[in-house]
């Protein structure tokens, strides 16, 4: 099961373009990336997900280099509402999301 | 489109008393379902997964139990509960082998 490093937090601003990166060195040939964002007393969201290169949805890019050992979640134009902990996931979708979860990183939005 | 469902949102119970949380998800048939846990600035922690009814793959030992009665219901339940039970329940489903997890609302419980 691939672990994954990402930072504890991290600040910004309404109107910045935010990219989280996440390290994840053990990655295996059957694993995709997964990014899911969470407000406070609510489940987890899903937000994009992809195996390889870019992903591009309304809400956010992913960027993965070709060794996939880490991946970039950015997020164009933030807004206060943006403010979650956003946690990085690896895993293959055959193992029924036996899935690591780490404590994420929490995104602070000033205005 | 799927929803899922649970409840209670909020639950407060004595040390010693059972449990029932209950999930539903509407939409979809035969979903891979699953409850997680959630302690406080913390990630989550897989407890019990489901590819069908009856059927129930434990991921850590713990003083809870699931059961699967019918296809699109999961609910979780305890005999006597732990104060270290405290903490945020998730329930979750998959279509098959999609790609993407869903979760449901969450529920916190206190045991007090």
């Known amino acids: 099961l691939a672990k994954t490093t990402q930072p504890i937090s991290m600040d910004s601003y309404e109107g910045q373009e935010v990219n989280i990166t996440c390290s994840h060195n053990n990655i295996a040939t059957n694993d995709y990336i997964t990014w899911y964002q969470q407000f406070p007393s609510q489940g987890p969201r899903f937000i994009i997900q992809?195996?390889?290169?870019?992903v591009t949805n309304e809400v956010a890019s992913l960027f993965i280099p070709a060794d996939r050992k880490s991946s970039t979640l950015s997020l164009p134009r933030v807004s206060l509402s943006d403010t979650a902990v956003y946690y990085c996931l690896v895993g293959d979708m055959d193992s029924n999301y036996q899935l690591i979860w780490g404590a994420g990183t929490k995104l602070i939005i000033k205005p | 489109s799927q929803t899922i469902h649970q409840w209670p949102a909020t639950l407060v119970q004595p040390v010693g008393s059972p449990l029932s949380l209950e999930c539903t998800v509407e939409g979809t048939s035969n979903p891979n379902l699953y409850w997680y846990r959630q302690a406080a600035g913390r990630g989550l922690q897989l407890l019990f997964y489901s590819v069908g009814i009856g059927q129930i793959s434990s991921e850590v030992p713990q003083n809870l139990s699931a059961s699967r009665p019918q296809d699109r219901q999961f609910i979780l339940s305890s005999k006597k509960l732990l104060l270290s039970d405290s903490g945020f329940y998730l329930c979750a489903w998959r279509w098959g082998s999609g790609n993407t997890i869903y979760f449901g609302e969450g529920s916190w419980l206190t045991v007090v």
């Open positions: 992809g195996y390889k290169t870019k």
